[in-house]
């Protein structure tokens, strides 16, 4: 049953794969719309959460962001049918970039590079694109109880050079990742309760997020490169970079809570900044703001 499943989605992933752009861009948008419009699955915490990140908005403007952000994900899930042809042709005309000096430059330093990221355009195809590239590439990533979806996930993106790092033993693995002077991506715009998160603001409003970005950048001392994947009208995607973020130096380890509390709003503050520059591409159905409770 496991492996009819699986060939079943090889299958239809194919048949994607060959049509024209315009159609599977189509199709996403399909998809996006009757999530949002018919189904209507979390649409209410989609509004809410537009809501409250941009009040000063209409209710026209926060349908339309919340709708062009299921059209996004919506393409998103058609995409992972191209994932097989990256490495060919087809990879070559997908990715662009911007500010590949930057990431560049930090491995120079030859410690590594933490990239801090978010769910914005499709996260997974700038893993890619970044590992296409030739630069080393590791995902913190939770796996799937089913062991086929798993192999069928996770199994695509590494034949393109992505590895992956569990949660379960994330310190360990990120620390050698880093030694070899790759790069390790935390993704850092979900909520995350005690005792991995931290109190932060996020939009103006407290939530609480993961805090092992800033404990390795404080522990290691290793440059924090803001990346980000955003996808472009004729379907192709830009892969966008940032100069580092300064992690700050001696400081008094006795106030290591509140050097890490403080670190992680910075790298908060960077993502808002990311979202409001590209609201119509960020993951709005994720329940950011869950009441955080020490």
């Not at 899930?77 to 087809?90: C, D, H, N, Q, S």
């Not at 120079?108 to 590439?137: C, F, P, Q, W």
Request: aromatic letters at 10%; one cysteine or more.
């Amino acid at each position: 049953m496991k492996r009819s499943i699986g060939w079943l989605a090889r299958i239809f992933g194919i048949a994607l794969a060959i049509l024209p752009m315009r159609v599977r861009l189509s199709i996403g948008d399909t998809i996006g719309i009757l999530w949002f419009d018919v189904l209507r699955i979390r649409r209410s915490v989609a509004l809410a959460n537009v809501r409250l990140a941009f009040p000063e908005k209409s209710s026209s403007d926060h349908a339309h962001n919340c709708r062009n952000s299921l059209r996004s994900m919506g393409r998103t899930l058609v995409e992972f049918a191209l994932f097989p042809y990256l490495k060919g042709w087809t990879g070559r005309k997908m990715f662009a970039f911007e500010g590949l000096e930057h990431l560049d430059r930090a491995f120079t330093e030859k410690k590594g590079v933490i990239m801090l990221t978010l769910h914005m355009g499709n996260g997974d195809m700038g893993a890619a694109g970044l590992s296409i590239r030739g630069y080393k590439m590791n995902l913190i990533s939770k796996e799937f109880k089913s062991r086929w979806l798993n192999d069928l996930w996770f199994g695509m993106r590494r034949k393109l050079g992505t590895k992956f790092i569990s949660p379960e033993k994330s310190s360990f693995e990120i620390l050698r990742a880093l030694k070899r002077n790759e790069a390790v991506i935390f993704v850092l715009d979900q909520f995350m309760g005690p005792p991995v998160g931290t109190k932060t603001r996020f939009f103006g409003t407290e939530t609480g997020t993961a805090m092992g970005c800033a404990l390795m950048a404080l522990r290691t001392g290793v440059p924090v490169v803001p990346c980000y994947d955003l996808r472009c009208d004729d379907g192709t995607h830009k892969i966008v970079i940032e100069p580092p973020i300064p992690t700050p130096t001696g400081l008094d380890d006795r106030l290591r809570e509140e050097n890490i509390a403080a670190l992680t709003q910075v790298y908060t503050d960077k993502i808002e900044t990311i979202v409001r520059r590209h609201p119509e591409q960020w993951m709005w159905i994720h329940r950011r703001w869950k009441e955080f409770r020490d």
